[in-house]
Nanobody
């Protein structure tokens, strides 16, 4: 299993970023996918998840209305669109594979991509 995140960077408060995670080594459309973030101040924090076909999505309360998770099973890729970014969103964002078709436990992780929200 390989998960490769991209799309992180430096953005001003109120700005947007779109993260991508390219997956390989497993049958992508058999599994749900998640995004998790880690920051020194807050530690590890679950962000969002999406079911195998994109029919169900889940968000942490603080991300609802600002972040949107989606997936393209033809491209084996999951995305996280992040809008109205705040300094407290600064973190390393990880893509993770769930152990089932929906929002189950996480069994494989990517290497992460840094998101920095600062003026």
């Amino acid at each position: 299993v390989q998960l490769v995140e991209s799309g992180g960077g430096l953005v001003q408060p109120g700005g947007s970023l779109r993260l991508s995670c390219a997956a390989s080594g497993f049958t992508f459309d058999d599994y749900g996918m998640s995004w998790v973030r880690h920051s020194p101040g807050k530690g590890l924090e679950w962000v969002s998840a999406i079911s195998w076909n994109g029919g169900s999505t889940y968000y942490a309360e603080s991300m609802k209305g600002r972040f949107t998770i989606s997936r393209d099973n033809a491209k084996n890729t999951v995305y996280l669109q992040m809008n109205s970014l705040k300094p407290e969103d600064t973190a390393v964002y990880y893509c993770a594979k769930t152990s089932d078709y929906d929002n189950g436990g996480l069994d494989y992780w990517g290497q992460g991509t840094q998101v920095t929200v600062s003026s």
